[in-house]
């Protein structure tokens, strides 16, 4: 069984930076695309990033690229995302997901999901 689990949420101001982390524990983690996902209040989960299963290649969402940065470190088991220029709109749950199978970047979401780890932005 996959387990994941995220930390390094929490409230910044407008144009501020986070760094999330997801830790992943179980299967073989270094195999496949993990990505991070997120849910506003009232929304539905919508694509953040992925990263494919050796890092070498990387898929944003238009409303993050060129402000959100995904990283793994599969000696570490893990996978950040680096947020800069942070908006009100970032506000989130933020999930980290993982794959069971799929190799490549995606935006669909994989088979293991996280708890989240909230994100508030205040304007």
């Known amino acids: 069984q996959v387990q994941l689990t995220e930390s390094g949420g929490g409230l910044v101001q407008a144009g501020g930076s986070l760094r999330l982390s997801c830790a992943a524990s179980?299967?073989?983690?270094?195999?496949?695309?993990m990505g991070w996902f997120r849910q506003a209040p009232g929304k539905e989960r919508e694509f953040v990033a992925a990263?494919?299963?050796?890092?070498?290649?990387?898929r944003y969402s238009d409303s993050v690229k060129g402000r959100f940065t995904i990283t793994r470190d599969n000696a570490k088991n893990t996978v950040d995302l680096q947020m800069n220029s942070l908006e009100p709109e970032d506000t989130a749950v933020y999930y980290c997901?993982?794959?069971?199978?799929?190799?490549?970047?995606?935006?669909?979401?994989?088979?293991?999901w996280g708890q989240g780890t909230q994100v508030t932005v205040s304007s």
């Open positions: 997901n993982k794959h069971r199978t799929i190799r490549t970047t995606t935006s669909t979401p994989g088979d293991y």
């Open positions: 990263i494919s299963w050796r890092g070498l290649s990387t």
């Open positions: 179980g299967h073989t983690f270094s195999t496949t695309t």
